[in-house]
């Protein structure tokens, strides 16, 4: 007689960690259901990771677009997110730049003139001031699109301030997309730098960095380590609700989805700081939280601070650092001199630069800057030009426009109109070339 071995009854498979315990089965997600499990088969995209959405720490797995923050720093494009707190001139045009938001959102403004509104900034402004017959509702959205870029500049323009006196540092790819990673001398952010923050990217004279990061070593609040190092999905969406007014319709409607966004990120931002990828340090004494104290502590993100049981409430910062150290290479740009010499790299770089390296005054800082967008709007335009007053016109106003916002004087208009000329001259001479070695070799 064949003996047969004991069965044990059936059980529910074993839990995944990171799934969350779920009262119905797959079936309510119009999903199969394979056999009488105890959790979905799929589990809904709305319920990953300890019933938040879209955790960024599986375990000891960190998402690839975290792990490059915590090594290399915040992207330059989204300095205006995660350093908008960190002073209190910056909290107010925080709030003047929500305000802007909300209005171009009311407004119904194209996402792509949101998306990039340094392209297209120059663009509306042009078209509103030329235009005639302007339909009301595209003038509401022009009117809200300017008053948006110009609150967004603001911003950008304080941030690069920061970078320019060296309280923020940064670094970037040096040459190339792809270079070597560099640190960036606080120079490149003065007036002689054009920094473009859609693209993280600046040019100094004939030095051109690439992806360019941000570090604070003094350290941010919880709320802006949230933002962060969070999933980008669910930060753009919890930015876009909080720079809703809270007595806003939109806000009441989707009430209940903002603090979940917020738990969810929260949640995230207390995970890395567990397994010590993120360390916080004591506002008051800049000393580190032991890992293992987060287990314990409770957090408070609207004052940034931790509360021990029984202790009082201690405000911690999270330092935001980039990995990497100052090289020889970046005085490469600057006069053999400079570069030969034996002082220590930290010397050499509080002498005082020569006059070949210095920034140019005057005329001749203005008039590059002018030629550059004099330029870009022939560019633009894509048109060859012609004697007409109307795109002379139209380009002298752009050049002006970006002298302005670059921080630098305005030029008289002649000197404007006389650069215009010449560069329009130029990209004539330089397409009729093309059109010439492009006919001999063909008939070659």
Known sequence: MIALSHVTPLQGLPVPVLYQMMQGGAARFGRRTPGPHDWPAAPSVLNHGDDRRGAVVTGKTILPFVADRLRYGIQLSSAVDVFDGIKPHLSELEDAFAQDNYAC??????????????????????HKNNGYGIAPQLERQMDAFLAYGQSLASLQRAISKLLA???????????????????????????????????????????????????????????????????????????????????????????????????????????????NHLQAV??????PVNPRDWS????????????????????????????????????????????????????????????????????SERGIKAESLAREFWLDEGEVFTSGDGQVARCIRHVQDGLVNCGLAEMSKSSLSEIAKRTARSLQSEKACQRTETGKVKKT
Not at 325 to 345: C, G, M, Q, V
């Open 105 to 126: 959102w009311m407004a119904n403004v194209p996402g792509s003139w949101a998306e990039n509104p340094e392209r297209w900034w120059p663009k509306v402004r042009n």
């Open 165 to 275: 006196i060296g309280e923020l540092t940064a670094c970037g790819r040096k040459k190339t997309p792809d270079g070597a990673w560099t640190r960036m001398d606080p120079y490149y952010f003065g007036s002689a730098g054009n920094v473009t923050f859609s693209s993280s990217s600046a040019v100094v004279e004939k030095l051109r960095f690439f992806d360019i990061r941000i570090g604070y070593e003094t350290g941010v609040s919880l709320a802006s380590a949230m933002i962060a190092y969070g999933a980008p999905e669910l930060v753009s969406r919890y930015l876009h609700l909080r720079r809703t007014p809270p007595d806003s319709p939109k806000r009441k409607e989707y009430a209940d989805c903002f603090e979940e966004l917020s738990e969810c990120l929260q949640s995230d931002l207390l995970a890395l700081l567990k397994d």
């Open 282 to 287: 004591r506002d008051e004494d800049h000393k």
């Open 296 to 363: 314990e502590v409770s957090m408070d993100l609207a004052s940034s601070t931790i509360m021990y049981p029984d202790q009082p409430a201690q405000r911690v910062l999270v330092p935001i650092r980039i990995g990497v150290a100052r090289h020889a290479d970046l005085f490469e740009w600057r006069p053999a001199s400079y570069s030969a010499t034996d002082l220590p790299i930290a010397r050499a770089a509080s002498e005082p630069l020569s006059k070949s390296s210095q920034p140019k005054r005057g005329r």
